[in-house]
Each structure stands twice: as structure tokens, then as C-alpha cells.
């Protein structure tokens, strides 16, 4: 029986973009403030609260953010940091961008997070010469933050983690921006908090805040708020290192006060999709649904990533079926070491749960302004491409 086809693209996720983001919008484009301003103050302010940690300096992405966070540490050539491989190439670029090498583990198959195991060998192997460990918190699942701490602070080794996907992420019901020596956020478009574009990192450290605000905004020990605004006037200010240009704007940040008064909101209708999709694919034999909490980790469902677990489905086909379906889809993430820079330097790098995730995860719509039917939707194209062998692999006679 054929699938009637929906006429509107349902795209991997849309940003949820409402009146009350306008107002803030128009809020700051009417108060002359559309650079570093007042609202970026007032976004830190509320984020670093929102964490429960007494710093949180915003970015204009979490790729500045990470690299910040890993420059104001000091790391550079000679210098090894431990990274997953399951994560978008940001986590591993900003450490070759420093001239260090980046030491690439395998992913726990079942929750896509780094291998605690994998990282101790790396410092039994490296010792001293491992500056930075890396942990992501994939789809938003912290990682054994318990594990990683002890791993840490046994070894004097500075952790980072890349909470990108993880805004309204808790482990041991508290906000994962508090652990760490920093946690480097994501407010992308389509992110569970988005400016747009952008980033935070958070930290308790006040020597680690004010260097990336330094480094973050020209190297400079004031930005322009506090040089040009009529509470701060001092233009007369000299660069102390030679810094980037890294900063939010309060275009962005305005954005991001609004999405904060709706994180309640935000969060709930996530954690009820997924709930709804997981409800869907019970009984989907075919399909491995993803880990969405452990014993002390919930998160705020930033994707939604299914394993195809019947081998004879060939993953890239079922996305281009899907697409007939005017179904997006996406992949996170394709393993960093083996995409072409890092797989032509490092060669000799294998990591078997991530390659064989590599042809088997699939991340489907998810978002807050899709509705359960988008999700049945969704369910039904999987279940007749899979009942129609649409995407099976072809075999050859």
C-alpha cells in the first residue's frame, strides 16, 4: 500500500522562534546596543545563574568557545588532549589549530559517549605530555562525569567539556555547566537555546574567565561596553595579548534572554517528543533506540539518534528514501578520525564501536515546533521503507 507523501518538508529541526524573541530583538536594535552591549551582560548573567557557576563569557560559537577554553589552558605543540571520535570535527580542530595532537577514543555503543577506559590508556601511554581531556555530553547524555573527575583530578589533567548539545543537561540533578574546569555550550540555530549563532563557556575559575574574555575580544581588558557606554567611558584601553575577535552580539543575546524565560517550556515539550518516539519504536525490532538518561545524567534531548541494528539495511539509502518522503535527516556524527585530514594524518587510528557505528547511527526529526504527528509521521516512512526492503542492500546475482 503506497504512503501518501506530505506535501511540507519536515526538516531535521527548525529554530522556535516566537514573539517574545522579537520583542527582545527590537529591544536592543531600538537601543542603539546591537554589538557588545547590555543584553550580552544580562545573557551571562542569567546563564552563569542558570549553572550555579560564578562566570559564564559568551562566544560567538562553541567551536571560539572550545577554543578558548583549551588556549587560555595553555596547551600548544608537544601537547596531547583527549577527545571522542563521535563528535562534530569542532572538538578536534581547535586542538590541531593549537599545533597540538589530538588523541581520538572509541564511544560506549549504546549512550555514544567516550570511553572512560580508552582515556586512561591514552594517560598510562602519554603521561604528562596529555594536557586536556575532552568528554562530550553526545545528544545532550552527560558523560560519566563522576569517572571523568576522578580521572582528573587523580592526574592533575584539566577537563573541558563540550556541552554543545547539552544546554539544559543535568547529571546528579545539577546543571552540567558547573563541572570541569570549563563547559563550552552551543546556541546554534537549531540547538535547544539558540542566539542564532553563538556560545558560552562556564567556569568557576576567575583567572580562566578573564582570559578568555581577554583573548576572546581583541586581547583587549575591556570591551566595548565598558569603553563607550556613558557608566564606563574609557576608549583609552591597549590589547595585553593578541586576541580574536570571538564575542556575542546583543542581536544574539536578545535571542537568547527570550529562549531563557521559555526554558521551562522548551525542555518539557523535548523530553515529551522523545518520550513519544520512544513509545513509536518499542516494538521496532530493527531499530536500537537511543539512551536518553542513566542512574544520574538526564538531558535536554538535543537529538534524537536511532541505531539501525539490521545490518542488511543500507543507512544512506534509507536516508534518501526518506527524503523521497520529504523526511531531513542528519548524521551525529560521522567519526572525526575517519574523516579525510585526520584519517590521511593519523592512519593508523581504529576504533571499532565507532565505525561500526559510523554506517549505523541515523538522527531523525526532532524539535520544539513539531507535533506527535510529525513524529508517527516519521515512524510510519521508516516502517514502509523497512516493510518495502526500499532500503535493504542490494544483492547482487
Not at 529554530?15 to 544580562?42: N, Q
Not at 583567572?207 to 578568555?212: K, P
Not at 567519526?335 to 561500526?356: C, G
Request: aromatic letters at 10%.
Amino acid at each position: 500500500m503506497a504512503m501518501e507523501i506530505r506535501k511540507d518538508f519536515l526538516s531535521l529541526a527548525v529554530p522556535d522562534i516566537t514573539s517574545a524573541e522579537k520583542k527582545e530583538v527590537m529591544e536592543a536594535l531600538d537601543s542603539g546596543w546591537i554589538s557588545v552591549g547590555p543584553k550580552v551582560r544580562e545573557f551571562e548573567k542569567q546563564f552563569a545563574e542558570y549553572h550555579n557557576v560564578k562566570h559564564a563569557v559568551s562566544t560567538s560559537s562553541c567551536t571560539t568557545a572550545l577554543f578558548l577554553a583549551a588556549k587560555v589552558l595553555g596547551i600548544g605543540k608537544g601537547d596531547y588532549v583527549i577527545i571522542p571520535t563521535i563528535t562534530w570535527q569542532s572538538t578536534a580542530n581547535i586542538v590541531e589549530q593549537l599545533d597540538a595532537t589530538p588523541l581520538f577514543c572509541d564511544v560506549n555503543r549504546d549512550t555514544l559517549n567516550i570511553k572512560a577506559e580508552d582515556v586512561e590508556n591514552y594517560i598510562r601511554q602519554y603521561g604528562e605530555k596529555v594536557k586536556a581531556i575532552i568528554p562530550v555530553h553526545h545528544s545532550g547524555l552527560p558523560a560519566d562525569i563522576d569517572k571523568f573527575t576522578e580521572i582528573s583530578q587523580s592526574h592533575n589533567i584539566p577537563l573541558i567539556y563540550d556541552a554543545a548539545h547539552a544546554v539544559f543537561s543535568s547529571y546528579d540533578n545539577k546543571p552540567v555547566g558547573q563541572f570541569g574546569d570549563m563547559s563550552c555550550f552551543s546556541f546554534y540555530a537549531t540547538k535547544n537555546l539558540t542566539t542564532g549563532d553563538g556560545g558560552m563557556i562556564t567556569t568557576n575559575n576567575d583567572e580562566l574567565a578573564e582570559l578568555c574574555r581577554i583573548w576572546s575580544y581583541h586581547g583587549l581588558p575591556k570591551d566595548s561596553w565598558k569603553r563607550y557606554s556613558a557608566e564606563n567611558a574609557s576608549p583609552h584601553v591597549q590589547c595585553v595579548v593578541p586576541g580574536y575577535k570571538f564575542n556575542l552580539t546583543d542581536m544574539q543575546a536578545a535571542l537568547g534572554l527570550a529562549q531563557m524565560k521559555r526554558k521551562e517550556e522548551l525542555l518539557a515539550k523535548r523530553n515529551e517528543l522523545v518520550e513519544y518516539y520512544n513509545d513509536l519504536f518499542k516494538d521496532t525490532d530493527w531499530i536500537q533506540r537511543p539512551v536518553f538518561k542513566t542512574e544520574k545524567g538526564q538531558y535536554g534531548n538535543h537529538v534524537y539518534v536511532i541505531k539501525i541494528i539490521d545490518e542488511d539495511v543500507d543507512r544512506d539509502i534509507l536516508m534518501q528514501e526518506l527524503r523521497k518522503f520529504n523526511i531531513g535527516t542528519n548524521l551525529h556524527f560521522y567519526p572525526v578520525h575517519k574523516n579525510i585530514y585526520y584519517e590521511n594524518k593519523y592512519p593508523d587510528v581504529k576504533l571499532p564501536e565507532s565505525e561500526w557505528l559510523m554506517n549505523r547511527i541515523l538522527s531523525i526529526p526532532l524539535c520544539t515546533k513539531y507535533s506527535r504527528e510529525d513524529l508517527e509521521y516519521t515512524s510510519e516512512c521508516l516502517e514502509h521503507i523497512y516493510r518495502n526492503r526500499s532500503a535493504h542492500s542490494k544483492i547482487l546475482v
